[in-house]
T-cell receptor
Framework: GAGVSQSPSNKVTEKGKDVELRCDPISGHTALYWYRQSLGQGLEFLIYFQGNSAPDKSGLPSDRFSAERTGGSVSTLTIQRTQQEDSAVYLC???????????FGPGTRLTVT | AQSVTQLGSHVSVSEGALVLLRCNYSSSVPPYLFWYVQYPNQGLQLLLKYTSAATLVKGINGFEAEFKKSETSFHLTKPSAHMSDAAEYFCAVSDLTGANSKLTFGKGITLSVRP
């Protein structure tokens, strides 16, 4: 079956602009995670969605970052007023339930110029 | 809080040689431990996981890892390296007793395989 997909694969934006990154999880997976991979910080957890529960936003680095998950499926990560330090690869993962194996998408490479 | 330490950033081995990638963890609760591999411009692929069953875990592509509680280690090994094993490897820990089961990753190790 289809894996986790993310779009766009690459995004170049100017400092100060807003960006939206999309994640399509594996069908039937109730848990969805966003991670960020950058040279300086490695792989960091950003946010976690589980079913219809309120998301765990404890990893979001600032209030410029937000995410939503519509209908328990597709998720969008939004970064407002992008800064150069936001340049990174943003990875989405989904799992059948909390604690089960996480399947990762290919990531979106964000470059802020 | 949980953490993972992967010593060194780069390991180079000859094709056919033993691969040993080290991982030490810190966790206040019994951990779930994972090794992921990342090929260039791709996402993460699970190699193997430890979830409190057998301490010696076998994964894909001939990799295995042994959980040693006394040493707080979960080192990854493969008896004979293949050119196709060249990639970046991440060790990760998860706490299923917490509010979520997010993965906390080590810094990663780049494995090079010489012909």
């Amino acid at each position: 079956g289809a894996g986790v997909s993310q779009s766009p694969s690459n995004k170049v934006t100017e400092k100060g602009k807003d960006v939206e990154l999309r994640c399509d999880p594996i069908s039937g997976h109730t848990a969805l995670y966003w991670y960020r991979q950058s040279l300086g910080q490695g792989l960091e957890f950003l946010i976690y969605f589980q079913g219809n529960s309120a998301p765990d936003k404890s990893g979001l680095p600032s209030d410029r970052f937000s995410a939503e998950r519509t209908g328990g499926s597709v998720s969008t990560l939004t970064i407002q007023r992008t800064q150069q330090e936001d340049s990174a690869v943003y990875l989405c993962a989904s799992s059948f339930s909390k604690g089960s194996e996480q399947y990762f998408g290919p990531g979106t490479r964000l470059t802020v110029t | 809080a949980q953490s993972v330490t992967q010593l060194g950033s780069h390991v180079s081995v000859s094709e056919g040689a033993l691969v040993l990638l080290r991982c030490n963890y810190s966790s206040s609760v019994p951990p779930y431990l994972f090794w992921y591999v990342q090929y260039p411009n791709q996402g993460l692929q699970l190699l193997l996981k430890y979830t409190s069953a057998a301490t010696l875990v076998k994964g894909i592509n001939g990799f295995e890892a042994e959980f040693k509680k006394s040493e707080t280690s979960f080192h990854l090994t493969k008896p004979s390296a293949h050119m196709s094993d060249a990639a970046e490897y991440f060790c990760a820990v998860s706490d299923l007793t917490g509010a979520n089961s997010k993965l906390t990753f080590g810094k990663g190790i780049t494995l090079s395989v010489r012909p």
